[in-house]
């Protein structure tokens, strides 16, 4: 599909949609390859789950929070201290959002039970 879609619009075919593009601009970066996608959310140092190509709105909602509320996260001491959390949620992802962090804390759990495959430490 990828070939035909260069062929037809003459340019490389998106990796989300746009109005999830603009939307995480203020809490990470994308990073796409060849064949998969990676994102990064500023402040995170949890490992970095390989992607597909183009990544739905719920997946990328999904890869937020497990990057914020997981393990490598570094929201979740915030939160048992009663500190001020980064994002600020509700978090807008196109067409699906994060609604508070026990919302996301939910959704990191979908992700981890989906076992991605995972970058090493960089």
């Given at each position: 599909?990828?070939?035909?879609?260069?062929?037809?619009?003459?340019?490389?075919s998106?990796?989300?949609?746009?109005?999830?593009?603009?939307?995480?601009?203020?809490?990470?970066?994308?990073?796409?390859?060849?064949?998969?996608?990676?994102?990064?959310?500023?402040?995170?140092?949890?490992?970095?789950?390989?992607?597909p190509?183009?990544?739905?709105?719920?997946?990328?909602?999904r890869?937020?929070?497990?990057?914020?509320?997981?393990?490598?996260?570094?929201n979740?001491?915030?939160?048992e201290?009663k500190?001020a959390?980064?994002?600020?949620?509700?978090?807008?992802?196109g067409?699906?959002?994060?609604?508070?962090?026990r919302?996301?804390?939910?959704?990191?759990?979908?992700?981890?039970?989906?076992?991605?495959?995972?970058?090493?430490r960089?």
């Amino acid at each position: 599909m990828l070939p035909i879609h260069k062929t037809i619009y003459n340019r490389t075919s998106p990796r989300f949609s746009k109005e999830a593009e603009v939307d995480i601009l203020s809490v990470a970066r994308w990073f796409g390859e060849e064949t998969f996608t990676y994102i990064r959310v500023f402040g995170s140092i949890a490992l970095l789950p390989v992607l597909p190509y183009y990544v739905p709105n719920k997946l990328l909602a999904r890869e937020i929070a497990y990057q914020t509320a997981g393990e490598g996260g570094l929201n979740r001491g915030f939160k048992e201290q009663k500190k001020a959390i980064w994002p600020t949620f509700s978090l807008q992802c196109g067409a699906f959002a994060l609604h508070d962090f026990r919302h996301a804390c939910k959704e990191e759990e979908i992700i981890k039970s989906m076992k991605l495959a995972t970058f090493p430490r960089r």
